[in-house]
């Protein structure tokens, strides 16, 4: 016997809106890219509407391919079908306020909502028992009653209550949230009312899973949106704060080797006090900046801080600059507190003096700056000693801590601003090596 190219369509309509509840329910399980609530809603929702589906086409199925089969099977399939389907209706409701912050308790509209399912409910269960609004025979075929109209008021009544609450809260929705919600009441009610006057191909089956599929799409995105604006102003606080964290570690330490220069070389300290000036005011307008600034004022910078440093250690320290590539920009504060760590952590009285190199190139795809000292260098786990109170030096510092500390925060604003990253390698000979590649684009 070969089948009616009308219950072929509907076949295919079920088994099809089956799919894709069951993707959406996938989905809406899995995603991370909505907050627990609206994971928790869309799971109870899609699990309505593939149970909807799943008892429309179990239906379908025992009445068109069971043929005579048991009729109360094929009514019972027709109940449950119906029944979950009238559950997704209110649930609307539900979300709409949830998008618009008012409660359900006390809610005139979704009360409202829900007296009249209670009485689609009521009419549903009433409607098993008579012969008044549709039955099945004893060959398992389906007929519409005389009152049949009667059963589809109530979701017809139940779409034009969201939909006047929807239009009343559009102020306070945004634009795929108004839009998802319009789609999702309009496309359904235009099949339900053509399927009121026409009976055939299940046009209410295919437009309730394509506006729901409409709607999750919607929210989803949006959803999306919102915690990636959320991550980038996360990411901008949590750049901005170690941006806060690159303060000047050693402002006492400097101001206590002033104090003691005074007694000894009152005109060497004087220069100190204006060579230190000059690096605070360019390390405060650093601090200020949470972009990119022209690679030479971070140079300027750092030269700033170094002849303060070259003051408070004398022969201790001596620095070289082969900069000859300079036309590209770096997030502030990012070379003159890698020159401070090796400065912090390669300073030992008792070894060679510390020499620190600062290099610049370029290539097709990035720039890259190099600080190369020959310091005690960090591999062994141990770091060069750390400046006292008096300009002098002491071992007491565990040094990777602090190291590692300062250059993982480099590395991440890096990563944040421009892209970019850094590499620490020991050095040839012993010492550390510095690298910064900073992408051209």
Not at 148 to 177: C, D, E, F, K, W
Not at 348 to 359: G, N, R, S, T
């Amino acid at each position: 016997m070969i089948m009616p190219v009308v219950d072929i369509i509907n076949l295919i309509t079920a088994s099809s809106g089956l799919m894709l509840a069951l993707i959406c329910l996938s989905m809406s399980v899995r995603t991370r890219m909505m907050d627990s609530w609206g994971r928790r809603f869309f799971t109870i929702f899609f699990s309505l509407l593939f149970l909807y589906v799943a008892f429309d086409l179990a239906e379908l199925i025992s009445t068109d391919l069971m043929g005579k089969g048991n009729p109360a099977l094929s009514q019972l399939f027709l109940f449950l079908s119906s029944m979950f389907s009238s559950m997704l209706m209110p649930m609307i409701m539900v979300l709409m306020l949830h998008f618009t912050g008012e409660p359900l308790r006390g809610n005139r509209t979704f009360y409202a909502v829900l007296g009249v399912w209670i009485v689609y409910t009521v009419l549903l269960i009433v409607t098993q028992f008579t012969d008044f609004i549709y039955y099945f025979t004893e060959d398992n075929e389906y007929h519409r009653g005389p009152y049949y109209p009667l059963l589809l008021i109530p979701p017809v009544v139940i779409m034009i209550i969201i939909l006047i609450a929807l239009l009343r809260r559009r102020s306070q929705l945004t634009g795929r949230q108004f839009s998802s919600f319009l789609v999702y009441i309009l496309l359904p009610l235009a099949c339900m009312l053509i399927q009121m006057r026409f009976y055939g191909v299940l046009i209410i089956v295919l437009g309730s899973c394509l506006a729901a599929l409409f709607m999750f799409a919607q929210i989803l995105t949006e959803q999306a949106e919102r915690i990636a604006r959320q991550r980038e102003e996360n990411a901008k606080l949590l750049a901005d704060n170690r941006l806060l964290q690159m303060r000047p570690h050693f402002i006492y330490n400097t101001l206590m080797s002033i104090y003691y220069l005074c007694a000894k070389d009152s005109e060497k300290a004087q220069q100190v006090i204006l060579d230190f000036s000059s690096y605070l005011r360019k390390n405060f307008t650093a601090i200020s900046n949470t972009g990119t600034i022209p690679f030479t004022e971070e140079l300027e910078h750092t030269r700033a801080y170094l002849v303060v440093e070259e003051a408070r250690f004398e022969d201790l320290l001596s620095v070289r600059f082969s900069t000859p590539h300079v036309n590209f920009r770096m997030p502030a504060l990012t070379l003159q507190p890698v020159v401070e760590n090796a400065v912090k952590y390669g300073l030992d009285p008792e070894a060679d003096p510390l020499l620190i190199e600062v290099k610049t190139q370029g290539t097709d795809k990035e720039h890259v700056v190099i600080v190369e000292d020959n310091g005690t260098g960090f591999a062994d786990g141990t770091a060069g000693p750390d400046a006292d109170e008096a300009g002098g030096l002491t071992d007491s510092l565990p040094a990777d801590a602090g190291f590692h500390f300062a250059l993982d925060n480099i590395r991440q604003r890096l990563d944040q601003v421009c892209g970019g990253s850094l590499d620490i390698a020991p050095r040839e000979g012993g010492g550390t090596v510095v690298t910064i590649h900073i992408p051209k684009e």
